[in-house]
Each structure stands twice: as structure tokens, then as C-alpha cells.
């Protein structure tokens, strides 16, 4: 039986006063922690950088000096953003297959009227891969939260701006493969 898992993030997202955890995949918390890691060198060569710039004359019009503080801050800030993520991290296993729709499953819907088949991932959005050919839905947008809860077998009408749609939950499955691959 396969496991997966699915972190969970306390952030300060706040949904009437109260905070909300933030729920990723274990293959995009692996996305944002080798993430850091390339920020943490790439943090250690902009030091060097504006080291060697600033050694290089006059620091009032010291182009290079600029520049290399700057990438340096935003480096730093994205740094600072993903740290604070990390901090209050929670792994939560789930065993066996999905039985309804959640964060972390990708859920494969068949139009009844003309059997077209879409799948969505249901992540959160910091999870987006715009190269995946797998849609992502977030829990919180008009279709992640039409799909929380479904199980297979369920029908959903899903709003169009031309047209409703009648859907069928058809399988759910643990959004796992990229893991696979980070792993191999």
C-alpha cells in the first residue's frame, strides 16, 4: 500500500479572524525546500558579489554595487518568506486511496453530456506548476471548493462563463507522481 503525505503550513491566512493552515503536497513542499536550498547559494555568491563590487572604487556610482544589493534583498526576502513557512510545518500521512475530495488528490471528472474527460490537481496555489498538463484547482476557488467532499459517483454542475456543465466524479487519486520523479 502506498503512502503519501501532505504537509501542512501555518500561515497567516485568515479567513474571518481565524488562521488557516496552508496544506501542500509532499512533491511541492520537496519543490519549495530545493527552492530554498538553490536561494541559500545563490545568497552566498551575491555576498561575494557585492564584496568584490564594493571593493571596486567609488560606491556612489557603483552600477554593479546596485545592482548586486538589490538581487541580494530580494534573495533575502524570498529567503525570509520560505523560512517562515517551513517553520511551523506539519506532515500529515494519509494511507490507502482517497475517499473524497481534499487537498492533494487529483480528481478525474467526465462530462455526462459529452464523456470529455478533465482531470484537476487540488492544491494550494503556491503548488501551481503552469508546465504540468494537470489542471490545479485550489481549495479555496469557485471549482476546488464545488469539488471538496465529493467522492466518486458524485455529479456536479460547474459553471461556465458560455455554459453549466453536468460532471461525474470518476476516479481520485494521491497526487504522487512528482514525487516519484523528485525521488528517482
Given at each position: 500500500?502506498?503512502?503519501?503525505?501532505?504537509?501542512?503550513?501555518?500561515?497567516?491566512?485568515?479567513?474571518?479572524?481565524?488562521?488557516?493552515?496552508?496544506?501542500?503536497?509532499?512533491?511541492?513542499?520537496?519543490?519549495?525546500?530545493?527552492?530554498?536550498?538553490?536561494?541559500?547559494?545563490?545568497?552566498?555568491?551575491?555576498?561575494?558579489?557585492?564584496?568584490?563590487?564594493?571593493?571596486?572604487?567609488?560606491?556612489?556610482?557603483?552600477?554593479?554595487?546596485?545592482?548586486?544589493?538589490?538581487?541580494?534583498?530580494?534573495?533575502?526576502?524570498?529567503?525570509?518568506?520560505?523560512?517562515?513557512?517551513?517553520?511551523?510545518?506539519?506532515?500529515?500521512?494519509q494511507d490507502g486511496e482517497p475517499e473524497k475530495v481534499d487537498v492533494g488528490v487529483i480528481v478525474t471528472l467526465e462530462d455526462i453530456d459529452t464523456s470529455e474527460i478533465v482531470r484537476y490537481r487540488i492544491a494550494e496555489?503556491?503548488?501551481?506548476?503552469?508546465?504540468?498538463?494537470?489542471?490545479?484547482?485550489?481549495?479555496?476557488?469557485?471549482?476546488?471548493?464545488?469539488?471538496?467532499?465529493?467522492?466518486?459517483?458524485?455529479?456536479?454542475?460547474?459553471?461556465?462563463?458560455?455554459?453549466?456543465?453536468?460532471?461525474?466524479?470518476?476516479?481520485?487519486?494521491?497526487?504522487?507522481?512528482?514525487?516519484?520523479?523528485?525521488?528517482?
Amino acid at each position: 500500500m502506498r503512502q503519501n503525505l501532505c504537509l501542512t503550513l501555518s500561515l497567516p491566512i485568515v479567513a474571518g479572524g481565524i488562521s488557516m493552515p496552508l496544506k501542500l503536497t509532499r512533491s511541492g513542499y520537496e519543490r519549495l525546500r530545493k527552492e530554498l536550498e538553490q536561494l541559500y547559494q545563490r545568497r552566498i555568491q551575491l555576498i561575494e558579489e557585492v564584496r568584490e563590487t564594493g571593493a571596486e572604487g567609488d560606491l556612489s556610482e557603483n552600477a554593479g554595487l546596485d545592482a548586486a544589493k538589490r538581487s541580494l534583498g530580494s534573495v533575502e526576502a524570498r529567503i525570509k518568506q520560505l523560512e517562515r513557512q517551513f517553520m511551523d510545518a506539519e506532515i500529515i500521512e494519509q494511507d490507502g486511496e482517497p475517499e473524497k475530495v481534499d487537498v492533494g488528490v487529483i480528481v478525474t471528472l467526465e462530462d455526462i453530456d459529452t464523456s470529455e474527460i478533465v482531470r484537476y490537481r487540488i492544491a494550494e496555489s503556491v503548488e501551481i506548476n503552469l508546465s504540468d498538463p494537470i489542471k490545479t484547482a485550489t481549495p479555496n476557488s469557485p471549482l476546488g471548493s464545488l469539488l471538496k467532499g465529493k467522492r466518486v459517483g458524485d455529479e456536479v454542475l460547474v459553471s461556465l462563463k458560455t455554459k453549466t456543465q453536468r460532471m461525474r466524479v470518476v476516479d481520485l487519486s494521491w497526487d504522487g507522481f512528482e514525487l516519484e520523479q523528485i525521488t528517482e
